[in-house]
């Protein structure tokens, strides 16, 4: 019978880092909490989460890059939102977080989490922060303890 792979949604005693755009406060402040309580609802501590904060979305590849280079993370959390109604760059701002953050987790071989709203209105924005599209950072955080859980049994492999 063929070996599956499955990832549990527990942590261990692994680091997770968040970084979170302050453009659109408003709305990724919501991911960021949706994302905070999913990792401490799976066993987290606070002293396993550092959050860092970056100007916008432009902002958010560089700052995941450094934080896996540090080495400390098991998993970077990418959090931020592009709103089309706000910008006349919507597509390049889409664009640079969309590539930068696959790029990212590539390079670092790390899972680095597209946690990223990207929509025309702000109210759709809100139905994907915790309203009735459910919370993209919630999400976003439990793709990377799943991640962590499933990418950590290739060692056991015999
Ligand atoms: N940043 C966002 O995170 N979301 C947006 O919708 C947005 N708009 O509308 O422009 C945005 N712009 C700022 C950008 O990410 C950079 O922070 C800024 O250009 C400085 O480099």
Redesign the pocket.
């Known amino acids: 019978m063929a070996q599956e792979l499955h990832g549990a949604l527990k942590v261990g005693s692994e680091r997770y880092g968040i970084v979170v ?1 302050r ?2 406060e408003f709305i990724t402040s919501r991911l960021l909490g949706g994302a905070l309580d999913c990792l401490k609802r799976h066993g987290a501590n606070d002293d396993q989460i550092t959050v860092m904060w970056v ?5 958010v590849p560089l700052a995941a890059q450094r934080m896996a280079a540090t080495g400390k993370f098991a998993a970077i959390i990418c959090l ?4 089309r109604g ?2 006349d ?2 597509e390049q ?1 889409c664009q640079q977080i969309t590539r930068g953050i696959g790029e990212v987790g590539l390079k670092a071989n790390l899972p680095v989490m597209f946690g990223v709203v990207t929509c025309d209105t702000l109210e759709q924005a809100i139905d994907r922060a915790g309203a009735k599209g459910g919370n993209l950072g919630a999400a976003a955080a439990a793709g990377a303890i799943e991640s962590v859980q499933v990418l950590g049994q290739l060692g056991a492999i015999k």
């Open positions: 755009s453009f659109n100007p916008g979305s432009f902002e931020s939102a592009v709103i706000q910008t760059h919507y701002v």
